[in-house]
Every structure is written in C-alpha cells, then in structure tokens.
C-alpha cells in the first residue's frame, strides 16, 4: 500500500496484517485511536511552537522594521533631506514592503506541514 503519509501507510498495513492474521480489528482501532490521542498534543503543541516563532518573526521584519524605518526617514525629510529621503520612503513602502510579505508567504509555504495523526 502507498500513500503520501507513512503514518497512514503504517496503520493501513496494520489493518491489512490484523485481518490475515485473524486478529480482532475492533481491538487494532481502539489501540491506534489511543496512540494517536495520546501523540496528537504533543504534535499539536510542536507546531503551535513553530507557528509562533514563524509569527515573531513576522511581526518584527515585516511589521516593527519598517514602521520604524518609515518613521525614520520620514523624521529625517522633515528635518532638510530632500527628495532622496521622499524616494526612499516610497521605495520602501512600494517595494520593501511587498517584497518581504512575498518572501515570508514563500518561505511559510515551503515549511514542512505538520503530519495529521
């Protein structure tokens, strides 16, 4: 048998070796149904973990930096530093911004998925 999961390939297996084997199939699924509850948080908790630190993560490049850069620079424009100054701040609105919401929704994309129990 196969399948994208090897969890899922294993249990079918186990299906497939319980019933040529004779063995009680309602005894096989009660004693998965256990395993899995009993894996289940802590994969659960594993990928709570990853997604909050991928979320972190987000916040701070994505978000605080260039706020703080917009901040910046326009402070400094304010302050006598001409059109270079403008432009900057609009390549960094136009460009930066987007290149970097694009970069982290290719970079979550391309994380592992968690597998399902």
Do not use: H, K, M, N
Request: proline share 7%; net charge negative.
């Amino acid at each position: 048998l196969r399948t994208p999961s090897p969890r899922f390939q294993e249990f079918l297996e186990g299906i497939v070796t319980t019933a040529e084997t004779g063995g009680s199939l309602r005894t096989y699924l009660v004693d998965q149904v256990r395993r899995y509850e009993r894996e289940s948080p802590a994969r659960l908790a594993q990928s709570v973990e990853s997604l909050s630190l991928v979320a972190e993560f987000y916040v701070v490049i994505v978000v605080a930096f260039p706020l703080f850069l917009l901040v910046l620079l326009t402070v400094f424009s304010l302050f006598g530093g001409g059109s270079t100054l403008l432009l900057s701040v609009w390549l960094l609105v136009a460009i930066l911004v987007p290149l970097a919401q694009l970069g982290f929704i290719v970079g979550v994309s391309s994380l592992p998925s968690p597998e399902a129990p």
